[in-house]
């Protein structure tokens, strides 16, 4: 079992040769770009460099996609764009070597189902798109922590069962949306995948779902630990608002679990 905790954010172009290097330091071996409010790493030189210096600092880089995506949307021009972010993400993401682009699939609209089928067939085309243009990174719908936004863990789960597709499970989501992180119940879920993207921080919720995300606590990390499987490969990405010293944390309180047993 390989357990890699690390960051969302990976800071600008410039930083991102030193950000790596502390990371590394840190003994964090993954890193989460965050390209929610746009794309910022443009050509495939820096790309390539920053892929480089991960890899030979040993972390495993993963990209999440702009929040500006529905690819359920009544609005053709709005799929559209969204399917180029996506793809953009991908094409970036193949230069950086991340193995995963993270994404918001859409809002659920009038109809749950017809929202899932719609969803669904995008994702089958945009992989077909993906693997035409040979592009490496795999696609991973992401849970979402409101209510009325695609996103539930059976959508999410279904999603990879019948596109083949990834995902991510964000367990400070799955609280938000169902008042509990379902820990026990959603492992089992995941018996079958060998390799499992993981978001975990604190996170504020109310009646409608996620607010905003904060510090993650010594306590919670306690929870998440304890019900890890012993024979996965896991990635934990950490969004809370001090996510390296989070993830650092994180990283602590696994290690001192591992030599209490």
Same mark, same amino acid.
């Given at each position: 079992?390989?357990?890699? #905790?690390? +960051?969302?954010?990976? @800071?600008?172009? !410039? *930083?991102?040769?030193?950000?790596?290097? %502390?990371?590394?330091? $840190?003994? /964090?071996?993954?890193?989460?770009?965050?390209?929610?409010?746009?794309?910022?790493?443009?050509?495939?030189?820096?790309?390539?460099?920053?892929?480089?210096?991960?890899?030979?600092?040993?972390?495993?880089?993963?990209?999440?996609?702009?929040?500006?995506?529905?690819?359920?949307?009544?609005?053709?021009?709005?799929?559209?764009?969204?399917?180029?972010?996506?793809?953009?993400?991908?094409?970036?993401?193949?230069?950086?070597?991340?193995?995963?682009?993270? #994404?918001? +699939?859409?809002?659920? @609209?009038?109809? !749950? *189902?017809?929202?899932?089928?719609?969803? %669904?067939?995008?994702? $089958?085309? /945009?992989?077909?798109?993906?693997?035409?243009?040979?592009?490496?990174?795999?696609?991973?719908?992401?849970?979402?922590?409101?209510?009325?936004?695609?996103?539930?863990?059976?959508?999410?789960?279904?999603?990879?069962?019948?596109?083949?597709?990834?995902?991510?499970?964000?367990?400070?989501?799955?609280?938000?949306?169902?008042?509990?992180?379902?820990?026990?119940?959603?492992?089992?879920?995941?018996?079958?995948?060998?390799?499992?993207?993981?978001?975990?921080?604190?996170?504020?919720?109310?009646?409608?779902?996620?607010?905003?995300?904060?510090?993650?606590?010594?306590?919670?990390?306690?929870? /998440?630990?304890?019900?890890?499987?012993?024979?996965?490969?896991?990635?934990?990405?950490?969004?809370?608002?001090?996510?390296?010293?989070?993830?650092?944390?994180?990283?602590?309180?696994?290690?001192?679990?591992?030599?209490?047993?």
């Amino acid at each position: 079992m390989s357990i890699q #905790f690390g +960051p969302a954010g990976l @800071g600008g172009v !410039k *930083e991102a040769e030193n950000n790596l290097k %502390k990371y590394a330091k $840190l003994g /964090l071996k993954a890193c989460e770009i965050a390209f929610t409010y746009g794309i910022y790493i443009k050509s495939k030189e820096d790309a390539l460099r920053i892929g480089k210096i991960a890899e030979n600092s040993g972390i495993k880089l993963s990209i999440h996609a702009p929040y500006w995506i529905n690819l359920n949307s009544e609005e053709k021009d709005k799929i559209k764009k969204s399917r180029e972010r996506i793809l953009e993400c991908c094409r970036i993401g193949t230069f950086l070597g991340a193995y995963r682009v993270i #994404f918001h +699939p859409g809002f659920y @609209g009038k109809d !749950k *189902e017809k929202a899932y089928e719609n969803i %669904k067939n995008q994702i $089958l085309e /945009l992989q077909r798109e993906i693997k035409a243009k040979k592009y490496t990174p795999k696609l991973a719908p992401e849970t979402t922590g409101k209510i009325n936004v695609f996103g539930g863990v059976e959508d999410i789960l279904k999603l990879a069962k019948e596109t083949g597709c990834e995902f991510c499970i964000d367990f400070a989501h799955v609280l938000a949306r169902y008042k509990s992180y379902r820990f026990e119940e959603i492992f089992k879920k995941l018996e079958k995948f060998k390799e499992i993207h993981l978001h975990f921080s604190g996170i504020v919720y109310g009646e409608k779902g996620e607010k905003n995300h904060k510090e993650t606590s010594e306590k919670e990390w306690e929870k /998440l630990i304890s019900f890890l499987p012993k024979n996965k490969e896991i990635v934990i990405i950490n969004e809370s608002p001090l996510p390296v010293k989070d993830s650092a944390l994180g990283l602590d309180i696994y290690l001192k679990s591992k030599d209490k047993n």
